[in-house]
């Protein structure tokens, strides 16, 4: 835009006066810095020009040259020799621009012409070019030197040029390019994207192109949160001889200001932090904050404890001989469909304030870590940035694991241990940071979990990535009646219960529009529908809200930084040492491969349950609950209480029977002594029953075993041995395991046993010897 002379003029006398009240100091420092932008606070533009403040937002093309000017005026009356001939000192602005404080997507055609601050995510960096500013040619014949102004959309003076280079001057001599006397600026066209965490929902994310130019280039890499100040403007298309009424806009930067990462922290209030120091200082305080986790999802009680851990993490260390030890925990959770692993990564998205989701399929491996990419319009190389690299600082959600490619699959090992993404492609070598957790959940290799496999077997995934991981999950469907009432009694309350708006209450929580005390604010309120009937002698377990478990774990995580002691760290080197041994057995068939990585991760658990308890140091307790939870995981308990319950439920239906007879017996008596049936009835009575309780039949041995009951005889015996982790066993115990364990309807004889345990030995699995069976 051509601003007259004059208002020129004006502009400038009135901007003089406003940097000789207010920022003569910024000035002088800006000359001792040797910068060469003068940043203003908005807050001051209207403080000072109450009537015209609105106009220059609205219109900052007419005020941005004449702002220069002055500022450029400005300091050369504090040092003349600080500003070389032609040199200016730009303008920025900062501060609260209100209404004006927008996302990409909320850039719409009110705002072209005016000035902005958008906030965002930087996802691509294009290279630094020099752009021309002034040429200088020499002409041989006349000996004489022609300058040539180029100006385009983001300049603030004067109207656009054309961007030839003239090869001839008016009267036809030749012209040769003085490149040494012509004058550069720095130029890089960066894309801002909005925070992941406030996109709309199913719908693709909004960018917007901005231009930054001299100073302004390299400030900001992809993955960096930013605000951008500056002028949105639209570009005229390129189509040649057409006329379309579509234009592409862009950012004109005048200011970038890097965010915190923590800049959507939550806001706490003195009552927030007494009631925070209150939970962190009850005994239950780790079951609560499990149990409020994911309340529509019932059971799972250590898988939750476990992704409260993750969401706080343990310390991140950079020690002084460059080595970065992660503070970040990576879990994962394999088992049958329909457990509800999906819905769990579905709570930790809801809770974690960065929180990215992706699907194993959905996924590459440069979509995950980053990527080098064309730019459709100039044909430059360009850095974009992937989803691990948006997460930094937060988690990423990778469901259907087990479906990602090897290739793809491979690319996260980096990210999961150093924490950083490399690329050296395509001439661009860069480090980014993606200092990320990662949850993922993948399905068995079989699609259900097969119980006579070893873990490993099951998951089928190679040690590299295992050991990469700090906590390995197996969810089971158990078959129990029980255990099924109880899901489907809580699922169905879950769909019965509509909230005040008649809406499906989301995580059990209630609206708390109308909260008054800090009892309800604190705590879910009891619902009839949602919770189910009280019962007596029982007391409603409590649960946190969604708001004020996201304050409580946002404080925990950001304010506490732990330390290990002594006594911590002495159990914690006792346990690593326990478990290394117990590994070197492969026969206990653990989820996880034992490695240093172990170590670290217990280190890393402690801390955090420390940070739960808002403690400033990691003690024994919190090393003991963190192994708690590693055993609950390494050695798949789960399998082993589903073993136990079944053969609890065995034994009960055993003894059961064996009471069945008894009763029958005692009727009988009676009813003889009183006459009231016939000896021939009681005769038919007392050989009947027995035939009710007989044990089932022991099979003749006649010297071969079907492959049937060879199977089932290796399985239950093997299944026993990895369960109670035993190397030997006599053989009575034996006939007692096989023959309690539900193997059919006949039973095993003594000498089927020793016939079946030479054929192991012959296979070289046992050694049998003096009545004990060893196993190889």
Same mark, same amino acid.
């Given at each position: 835009?051509?601003?007259?002379?004059?208002?020129?003029?004006?502009?400038?006398?009135?901007?003089?006066?406003?940097?000789?009240?207010?920022?003569?100091?910024?000035?002088?420092?800006?000359?001792?810095?040797?910068?060469?932008?003068?940043?203003?606070?908005?807050?001051?533009?209207?403080?000072?020009?109450?009537?015209?403040?609105?106009?220059?937002?609205?219109?900052?093309?007419?005020?941005?040259?004449?702002?220069?000017?002055?500022?450029?005026?400005?300091?050369?009356?504090?040092?003349?020799?600080?500003?070389?001939?032609?040199?200016?000192?730009?303008?920025?602005?900062?501060?609260?621009?209100?209404?004006?404080?927008?996302?990409?997507?909320?850039?719409?055609?009110?705002?072209?012409?005016?000035?902005?601050?958008?906030?965002?995510?930087?996802?691509?960096?294009?290279?630094?070019?020099?752009?021309?500013?002034?040429?200088?040619?020499?002409?041989?014949?006349?000996?004489?030197?022609?300058?040539?102004?180029?100006?385009?959309?983001?300049?603030?003076?004067?109207?656009?040029?054309?961007?030839?280079?003239?090869?001839?001057?008016?009267?036809?001599?030749?012209?040769?390019?003085?490149?040494?006397?012509?004058?550069?600026?720095?130029?890089?066209?960066?894309?801002?994207?909005?925070?992941?965490?406030?996109?709309?929902?199913?719908?693709?994310?909004?960018?917007?192109?901005?231009?930054?130019?001299?100073?302004?280039?390299?400030?900001?890499?992809?993955?960096?949160?930013?605000?951008?100040?500056?002028?949105?403007?639209?570009?005229?298309?390129?189509?040649?001889?057409?006329?379309?009424?579509?234009?592409?806009?862009?950012?004109?930067?005048?200011?970038?200001?890097?965010?915190?990462?923590?800049?959507?922290?939550?806001?706490?209030?003195?009552?927030?932090?007494?009631?925070?120091?209150?939970?962190?200082?009850?005994?239950?305080?780790?079951?609560?904050?499990?149990?409020?986790?994911?309340?529509?999802?019932?059971?799972?009680?250590?898988?939750?404890?476990?992704?409260?851990?993750?969401?706080?993490?343990?310390?991140?260390?950079?020690?002084?001989?460059?080595?970065?030890?992660?503070?970040?925990?990576?879990?994962?959770?394999?088992?049958?469909?329909?457990?509800?692993?999906?819905?769990?990564?579905?709570?930790?998205?809801?809770?974690?304030?960065?929180?990215?989701?992706?699907?194993?399929?959905?996924?590459?491996?440069?979509?995950?870590?980053?990527?080098?990419?064309?730019?459709?319009?100039?044909?430059?190389?360009?850095?974009?940035?992937?989803?691990?690299?948006?997460?930094?600082?937060?988690?990423?959600?990778?469901?259907?694991?087990?479906?990602?490619?090897?290739?793809?699959?491979?690319?996260?090992?980096?990210?999961?241990?150093?924490?950083?993404?490399?690329?050296?492609?395509?001439?661009?070598?860069?480090?980014?940071?993606?200092?990320?957790?990662?949850?993922?959940?993948?399905?068995?290799?079989?699609?259900?979990?097969?119980?006579?496999?070893?873990?490993?077997?099951?998951?089928?995934?190679?040690?590299?990535?295992?050991?990469?991981?700090?906590?390995?999950?197996?969810?089971?469907?158990?078959?129990?009646?029980?255990?099924?009432?109880?899901?489907?009694?809580?699922?169905?309350?879950?769909?019965?219960?509509?909230?005040?708006?008649?809406?499906?209450?989301?995580?059990?929580?209630?609206?708390?529009?109308?909260?008054?005390?800090?009892?309800?604010?604190?705590?879910?309120?009891?619902?009839?529908?949602?919770?189910?009937?009280?019962?007596?002698?029982?007391?409603?377990?409590?649960?946190?809200?969604?708001?004020?478990?996201?304050?409580?774990?946002?404080?925990?995580?950001?304010?506490?930084?732990?330390?290990? $002691?002594? =006594?911590?760290?002495? &159990?914690? /080197?006792? *346990?690593? @040492?326990?478990?290394?041994?117990?590994?070197?057995? +492969? %026969?206990?068939?653990?989820?996880?491969?034992?490695?240093?990585? $172990?170590? =670290?991760?217990?280190? &890393?658990? /402690?801390? *955090?349950? @420390?940070?739960?308890?808002?403690?400033?140091?990691? +003690? %024994?307790?919190?090393?003991?609950?963190?192994?708690?939870?590693?055993?609950?995981?390494?050695?798949?308990?789960?399998?082993?209480?589903?073993?136990?319950?079944?053969?609890?439920?065995?034994?009960?239906?055993?003894?059961?029977?064996?009471?069945?007879?008894?009763?029958?017996?005692?009727?009988?008596?009676?009813?003889?002594?009183?006459?009231?049936?016939?000896?021939?009835?009681?005769?038919?009575?007392?050989?009947?029953?027995?035939?009710?309780?007989?044990?089932?039949?022991?099979?003749?041995?006649?010297?071969?075993?079907?492959?049937?009951?060879?199977?089932?005889?290796?399985?239950?015996?093997?299944?026993?041995?990895?369960?109670?982790?035993?190397?030997?066993?006599?053989?009575?115990?034996?006939?007692?395991?096989?023959?309690?364990?539900?193997?059919?309807?006949?039973?095993?004889?003594?000498?089927?046993?020793?016939?079946?345990?030479?054929?192991?030995?012959?296979?070289?699995?046992?050694?049998?010897?003096?009545?004990?069976?060893?196993?190889?």
């Amino acid at each position: 835009m051509d601003v007259p002379e004059e208002t020129r003029l004006r502009h400038k006398r009135d901007f003089i006066q406003f940097l000789d009240n207010m920022y003569m100091d910024e000035i002088k420092a800006l000359v001792q810095q040797k910068r060469h932008r003068l940043i203003i606070n908005i807050s001051d533009i209207h403080h000072y020009f109450r009537d015209s403040a609105s106009r220059i937002l609205k219109n900052p093309n007419e005020y941005m040259q004449s702002f220069c000017d002055a500022a450029t005026e400005a300091t050369r009356g504090i040092d003349p020799k600080y500003l070389k001939e032609g040199e200016l000192v730009l303008v920025g602005f900062e501060g609260y621009f209100v209404s004006r404080v927008v996302t990409p997507r909320e850039l719409l055609s009110e705002f072209i012409g005016s000035m902005v601050c958008v906030e965002g995510i930087v996802t691509k960096c294009s290279l630094v070019r020099p752009k021309v500013v002034k040429s200088v040619h020499f002409c041989p014949s006349t000996g004489e030197f022609t300058n040539r102004d180029y100006r385009d959309i983001t300049s603030h003076a004067g109207l656009p040029t054309g961007s030839v280079y003239p090869t001839r001057d008016d009267k036809g001599n030749l012209l040769v390019t003085e490149y040494g006397l012509c004058k550069y600026k720095d130029h890089q066209t960066l894309s801002i994207q909005e925070v992941p965490e406030n996109a709309a929902p199913g719908q693709l994310p909004r960018s917007v192109d901005v231009i930054a130019e001299d100073d302004l280039v390299d400030s900001c890499k992809p993955g960096d949160r930013v605000s951008v100040f500056g002028i949105y403007k639209a570009l005229p298309g390129k189509s040649k001889g057409s006329v379309n009424g579509v234009f592409r806009t862009i950012l004109i930067a005048n200011n970038i200001a890097l965010l915190n990462k923590e800049a959507n922290a939550p806001i706490y209030t003195p009552r927030d932090l007494q009631n925070i120091k209150n939970i962190a200082g009850r005994d239950d305080a780790f079951d609560l904050l499990a149990r409020s986790l994911a309340p529509s999802i019932y059971g799972h009680a250590w898988i939750k404890k476990a992704v409260v851990l993750l969401m706080l993490g343990g310390v991140e260390k950079n020690l002084k001989n460059g080595t970065h030890l992660r503070g970040d925990i990576n879990m994962m959770m394999v088992g049958d469909p329909s457990v509800a692993k999906s819905q769990l990564l579905r709570a930790i998205m809801n809770i974690a304030p960065l929180a990215i989701s992706t699907t194993g399929r959905g996924s590459s491996g440069v979509g995950l870590t980053a990527a080098v990419t064309s730019d459709q319009e100039t044909g430059e190389r360009r850095l974009e940035a992937g989803a691990m690299v948006l997460a930094d600082k937060g988690i990423v959600c990778i469901d259907e694991f087990d479906k990602m490619n090897d290739q793809d699959r491979v690319a996260i090992h980096e990210v999961m241990e150093q924490q950083t993404v490399t690329i050296a492609k395509a001439g661009i070598h860069a480090s980014l940071n993606a200092r990320c957790s990662v949850v993922a959940a993948a399905n068995p290799i079989y699609g259900t979990y097969d119980r006579s496999l070893t873990p490993t077997k099951n998951i089928g995934l190679p040690d590299s990535l295992l050991s990469r991981f700090d906590l390995l999950f197996i969810v089971l469907d158990q078959m129990d009646a029980g255990i099924d009432s109880l899901i489907s009694e809580h699922v169905l309350r879950m769909h019965r219960y509509k909230n005040d708006r008649g809406e499906a209450g989301p995580d059990g929580t209630l609206p708390y529009a109308r909260e008054d005390d800090g009892e309800s604010e604190l705590f879910v309120k009891y619902n009839q529908t949602l919770h189910g009937k009280k019962k007596r002698g029982q007391t409603h377990d409590k649960t946190l809200t969604i708001k004020f478990l996201k304050k409580y774990i946002h404080y925990a995580k950001h304010r506490i930084t732990p330390k290990l $002691t002594d =006594e911590a760290s002495e &159990r914690i /080197a006792e *346990a690593y @040492a326990d478990l290394r041994n117990a590994g070197s057995d +492969t %026969k206990t068939g653990g989820t996880l491969p034992i490695t240093a990585r $172990t170590l =670290e991760t217990i280190i &890393r658990l /402690a801390t *955090a349950h @420390a940070k739960m308890k808002l403690s400033r140091e990691v +003690t %024994k307790a919190d090393a003991e609950a963190a192994l708690k939870l590693m055993n609950f995981a390494i050695y798949h308990q789960e399998l082993t209480e589903m073993d136990d319950r079944e053969q609890e439920e065995r034994q009960r239906e055993q003894a059961e029977q064996e009471r069945t007879p008894s009763g029958h017996r005692g009727n009988q008596r009676r009813n003889n002594e009183n006459g009231e049936e016939n000896d021939a009835a009681n005769v038919d009575s007392e050989t009947a029953d027995p035939m009710e309780v007989d044990e089932p039949p022991v099979e003749q041995f006649s010297g071969t075993v079907s492959a049937a009951r060879i199977e089932t005889f290796e399985r239950v015996f093997g299944q026993h041995m990895r369960t109670h982790r035993l190397d030997d066993i006599s053989i009575a115990d034996i006939e007692t395991v096989v023959n309690n364990n539900g193997v059919g309807a006949s039973r095993f004889s003594a000498d089927e046993i020793m016939a079946l345990l030479e054929k192991l030995q012959d296979d070289n699995k046992v050694m049998i010897s003096d009545g004990k069976v060893h196993i190889i």
